[in-house]
């Protein structure tokens, strides 16, 4: 039980960071060296946390392994039970701690100053722990679809060393892990089980609900997203009158429920699903579940941290979004004042100084300028390179713009899909009405096409295409037992390949696993211990922190081929 509470009051601090409660009464985790981690760029396209922070490669390749470590069957990281075990998962015998590797190195040193030589190698490898905790924050707030993961987690590690027979020299190895009892963020989905469920539930909601709330253009679909979730949802006052009011108190056992009901009421599932009451959401849920239906709908969308104040002199911590219309500029969007206000779209695509409530946005809303994150030397970065924001609302236009081949695949030359643009009552625009351009056409990525309309008066708008990479071919396994490598054909620009291995022809969540690897081969034991299996394999590349997938390649089955 007091590892429990432990973990409970742990992630309550990380809550309350957001929120911006006095956390004086908790000592929060120490933080490092505060300098590093400026983006150097003054593009301001920062759509992603990743991108706003300047991180060596090793960095962002962890950040690529937390999303392959959170899809597929055993990718939930966190399931600390004796028996299960998880992707890139180890056990460390004394402490009896699992932990997900974030990296390992190994070496040698010479025997005559091996503890001076490892202590150097501590201290060299140790650098590395605040980019890896900057990458894993960056990686919680780019993925809300990912509700269990703690920005709090905790990131140790072991080193180990085996003398070298008949020789003066010692081999190494330098192990950095995040401790597995503080990965989770919500206590129940300790359990791979009760979390797999979540998933599932998740995944029925996205593929549900993105049908169902897509309009003819992203504003229309927007207003349909924050009305399902006004409709569905009740803040729950509960939580933050009562949170306040224990904060400063000794911590007794009607705080640690409490710290239970805020920790549900800040999972973005919460919203996502629809509660009320003291089930209901906060903050933090609505504008997660609204990131989760904009990425599903392909609408870009990023949250934001900060303060909330009222003309009347109240305060409090907040989160709400930006989203980019077909404008290509970005406005304000807070779902959670959209329920709670008389005016349900009061809150929808606003400018920095649209006046709401007695109020400009940019007053009522004050993104942090110190404090995003837990650690110091994590927080400054996030918030200077922000996306620019509208200064003023958004103007609806009654045109949808279209693209008609919505599958785009790299060959090395420039891209210029059909552009198709009809009005309200569905009619299409003639084409000598308008002029198309292109940007970003030619390699994997997204690609703009720029609709100018000849009427000067007509806002100039912009329509957003995927460029897949290239399919995987030439699937073949060479060598027998665990020496076998399965290899293919190199698909040319990407960031790596995403890897299916099921025991059936229908990839199955519970009886697939994945691997994302980056270069075009691998030993089939690291897939799979069995003689019969089926292989499917995409390529991808990270844009904005998202993921463009090529189309999956034939299947390739171990009894067949």
Not at 405 to 412: A, F, K, L, V
Not at 487 to 513: M, P, V
Request: proline share 3%.
């Amino acid at each position: 039980m007091k590892k429990i509470k432990t973990n409970l009051a742990r992630i309550l601090v990380a809550i309350m960071v957001v929120l911006s409660i006095n956390t004086t009464t908790i000592k929060p985790t120490p933080s490092v060296s505060t300098n590093v981690f400026y983006a150097q760029s003054n593009t301001q396209k920062y759509e992603s946390h990743l991108d706003r922070l300047n991180l060596p490669d090793y960095a962002k390749d962890f950040y690529d392994s937390l999303y392959a470590n959170t899809r597929g069957a055993d990718g939930c990281l966190i399931d600390i039970s004796k028996n299960q075990k998880f992707i890139n998962d180890f056990v460390l015998p004394k402490e009896k701690t699992y932990g997900f590797m974030a990296y390992k190195s190994k070496g040698k040193i010479k025997a005559s100053t091996k503890e001076i030589a490892l202590q150097k190698v501590i201290n060299k490898e140790s650098k590395k722990t605040e980019q890896y905790v900057a990458t894993l924050q960056a990686f919680i707030y780019d993925h809300p679809e990912v509700f269990w993961l703690n920005p709090t987690a905790i990131l140790d590690h072991q080193t180990k060393l085996k003398k070298i027979k008949g020789k003066s020299i010692y081999k190494y190895s330098y192990i950095c892990y995040f401790d597995c009892k503080y990965m989770y963020l919500n206590y129940k989905y300790s359990k791979k089980s009760v979390l797999l469920k979540a998933i599932n539930k998740r995944d029925q909601l996205l593929d549900k609900l993105s049908v169902k709330l897509k309009k003819e253009n992203n504003y229309k679909t927007v207003l349909a997203i924050t009305d399902y979730l006004s409709k569905k949802n009740e803040y729950n006052t509960y939580v933050a009158k009562k949170l306040r009011k224990h904060i400063d108190e000794e911590h007794d056992d009607e705080y640690y429920k409490l710290a239970k009901k805020v920790i549900n009421a800040n999972d973005g599932l919460i919203a996502l699903e629809g509660h009320k009451g003291n089930n209901g959401p906060v903050c933090t849920s609505y504008a997660s579940a609204f990131k989760m239906l904009c990425d599903k709908l392909n609408i870009p969308c990023i949250r934001i941290t900060g303060m909330a104040y009222d003309y009347n002199g109240g305060s409090g911590g907040h989160m709400w979004n930006a989203v980019k219309m077909e404008d290509n500029n970005w406005y304000n969007f807070d779902a959670t004042w959209n329920d709670t206000r008389k005016d349900k779209h009061g809150y929808v695509c606003v400018g920095n100084k649209t006046k709401k409530d007695k109020l400009r946005f940019n007053k009522s809303h004050v993104a942090y300028h110190k404090d995003i994150l837990y650690y110091d030397h994590i927080r400054k970065p996030f918030i200077k390179k922000l996306p620019k924001i509208s200064d003023t609302k958004y103007k609806p236009s009654n045109l949808r713009i279209k693209i008609k081949d919505e599958n785009i695949i790299y060959d090395g030359k420039a891209k210029t899909p059909e552009v198709v643009v009809t009005d309200k009552n569905n009619n299409i625009i003639n084409v000598d009405s308008y002029t198309v351009s292109y940007e970003n056409n030619i390699n994997p990525g997204y690609g703009k096409a720029i609709i100018t309309f000849n009427d000067t008066s007509i806002k100039q708008q912009v329509a957003i295409f995927a460029i897949k990479p290239n399919v995987p071919t030439n699937i073949s396994v060479k060598g027998t037992g665990e020496n076998s490598i399965l290899s293919f054909d190199n698909t040319g620009i990407t960031t790596g390949y995403e890897i299916q291995c099921s025991n059936n022809s229908n990839f199955k969540l519970k009886e697939t696993s994945v691997k994302y690897i980056k270069t075009n081969s691998i030993k089939v034991s690291e897939l799979t211990k069995a003689n019969n299996y089926n292989i499917r394999i995409r390529s991808y590349i990270r844009v904005d922190g998202k993921y463009i997938y090529s189309d999956f390649s034939d299947l390739y089955n171990s009894m067949t081929n």
